[in-house]
């Protein structure tokens, strides 16, 4: 009797084992878990871009390559954690071939797949060049920086409708130029002519585009909303103009042409309502002054380690600029009846200033004179060398004068 008890028992455990080895490995998920990378398209530089995991308990991401085409040039860091987490990485190497490559994120959760997102890297996309006759020395604008061949950069020149300036025949009025660096995603100057009726001074709405200058794939999304991320005053970052908009109240084109990426800058927006916005607003009062007002506005990112976060339907996180600039040159009414200029007749009408200001929320409500500078240092700090076509207008001579000198004018 006791024996078959046994034998029943030993029964029974064998079955409940064999029970035991029919059901899952572990209990099934009852609650919503997502891996979400924070851009889901890269250039096809090196770099990562960061994602979120929303996960209760254990979990862990593997990266399922295509059965066909490049594996492993993808790293979750940290492939697995432990609850919810905003900084996981997906790190990738740079793209060497023309054709874009994905990979996919699977979640894994409460043993089973519960999520997964696609991360796409664009291949190698061909660089506009320089049209031939538009680099800045034989273009012959007085608003114009040098240019350099092989720095990653590219010169763009707009009309008044946003498109590429040909020429006064068949572009008419001339707008603004911009040069654009393809690492950074943004131009490290705009240069422009201002004068009373080139700023115009109608209203028009802001309108949100891409440069038509180039592939919208190399520009940072900003035509819906502004730059992820926050400002050092916790405010979000600014679609900081570069030629503001007030400049070109002419048409609806011409204000459209201003709000284009190549024309923006991640910028605090204590920043940009406070120090900047005076700084533009005597700019604009100089130009009403003169004949016409030759502006170079630019940024300087070689001290900055902050970057913006892009949006999921964003391709870039954008350097943030530790600095701006503006170089100023004035070009004075004549009056020929006199046969005089009405400023600076002993550099035939022309004079220069300089402004180089930290992009620090903490001097927002400093005076821009605090950094007024002459064109000559503005130079040697940023390495740009502007108004390269005034020599040919007055002479070397008096060109070094103009850029060496603040007049009291500016003051």
């Not at 100023?328 to 005089?340: D, E, Q, W």
Request: negative net charge; aromatic residues 12%.
């Amino acid at each position: 009797m006791i024996r078959r008890i046994a034998i029943s028992l030993a029964v029974a455990a064998a079955f409940l084992v064999a029970a035991a080895s029919c059901q899952p490995a572990s209990d099934p998920v009852d609650y919503e878990a997502t891996v979400v990378p924070k851009s889901s398209v890269a250039d096809s530089d090196d770099g990562f871009t960061y994602v979120t995991v929303t996960a209760k308990g254990e979990w862990s991401i593997e990266l399922q390559y295509p059965s066909e085409g490049p594996r492993d040039w993808a790293v979750m860091d940290p492939a697995s954690g432990n609850g919810n987490k905003t900084d996981a990485r997906i790190r990738y190497s740079q793209n060497e071939e023309d054709a874009s490559r994905t990979v996919t994120l699977v979640l894994l959760s409460g043993g089973k797949q519960v999520h997964s997102a696609v991360f796409t890297q664009n291949g190698q996309a061909p660089k506009p060049s320089t049209p031939d006759g538009y680099d800045t020395t034989t273009a012959g604008w007085l608003e114009l920086p040098e240019t350099k061949a092989g720095d990653g950069c590219v010169f763009l020149p707009h009309d008044m409708e946003g498109k590429k300036y040909l020429n006064k025949a068949q572009s008419g009025v001339r707008n603004w130029s911009c040069y654009w660096c393809y690492d950074e995603h943004l131009s490290q100057w705009v240069a422009y002519p201002l004068n009373t009726s080139l700023a115009g001074n109608q209203k028009f709405d802001y309108l949100w585009g891409f440069d038509p200058l180039l592939p919208s794939s190399m520009q940072p999304n900003i035509t819906q909303h502004s730059y992820g991320g926050y400002g050092f005053d916790g405010k979000k970052w600014n679609r900081g103009h570069q030629l503001p908009r007030a400049d070109r109240q002419v048409t609806q084109k011409s204000v459209a042409s201003t709000c284009y990426p190549t024309n923006m800058t991640p910028q605090d927006g204590s920043f940009n309502s406070g120090i900047w916005v005076n700084l533009e607003n005597a700019v604009r009062n100089f130009a009403g002054r003169s004949d016409t007002l030759y502006v170079v506005t630019g940024c300087m990112w070689n001290e900055s380690k902050k970057y913006t976060q892009p949006y999921s339907d964003t391709q870039f996180a954008v350097k943030v600029p530790n600095a701006y600039f503006k170089a100023l040159l004035f070009r004075s009414i004549y009056n020929p009846s006199g046969k005089y200029y009405i400023y600076a007749d002993e550099t035939k009408g022309f004079m220069a200033v300089a402004y180089y200001i930290p992009h620090d929320t903490s001097i927002s409500g400093k005076p821009y004179n605090d950094y007024q500078i002459t064109v000559d240092r503005l130079e040697e700090i940023t390495g740009i060398d502007f108004f390269v076509n005034l020599p040919g207008q007055i002479g070397e001579d008096l060109a070094r004068k103009v850029e060496s000198e603040v007049a009291s004018f500016w003051k």
